[in-house]
């Protein structure tokens, strides 16, 4: 399977801050730490290893392609799991990637990993549960 990101910074669909899921943080001063939603995104990409709650090393040859070509290094793939008051987001087989400087939620993934659905708005988005339309989400 090729990994392909080709929205890379799309800012329509940038979710909200989310805080990491370790308590412990590497990220350099200033660093964007956030989590962004991205439709064109076929997997979870983060540069920031502590993200991962689970991980293991990347055996693959793959590499991420962004919108201009150039590939990027996979060095683990792992889960995250994002804490929430409704509901924890779980984010299933993120790619660690130490060259990303923006940590990509796949809005593919990210429905599919949570049985839930996004409603896309001019000015928000709503992540739903598939099965009691819930609100889980919203940024």
């Known amino acids: 399977m090729v990994v392909r990101c080709f929205k890379r910074f799309d800012a329509n669909f940038t979710g909200p801050p989310q805080k990491s899921t370790s308590s412990a943080s590497t990220a350099p001063c200033g660093a964007d730490t956030n989590w962004y ?3 064109g995104a076929t ?3 983060t540069g920031e290893l502590e993200k991962l709650s689970f991980h293991d090393k990347y055996r693959g040859g ?4 962004t919108a201009n070509g150039a590939g990027m290094t996979i060095n683990h793939i792992g889960h995250s799991t994002l ?6 987001i779980h984010l299933n087989n993120v790619l660690h990637v130490p060259s990303a400087s923006k940590n990509l939620v796949s809005a593919h993934r990210l ?3 949570n049985n839930a659905f996004l409603e896309l708005h001019p000015r928000h988005f709503s992540l739903k549960d598939q099965a009691t339309r819930t609100t889980l989400l919203e940024g």
């Not at 804490?83 to 924890?88: A, G, L, M, Y």
């Open 37 to 39: 939603v991205d439709s």
């Open 43 to 45: 997997d979870h990409i």
């Open 62 to 65: 793959e590499q991420v392609l």
């Open 83 to 88: 804490r929430f008051p409704v509901r924890d």
């Open 111 to 113: 429905v599919k990993d």
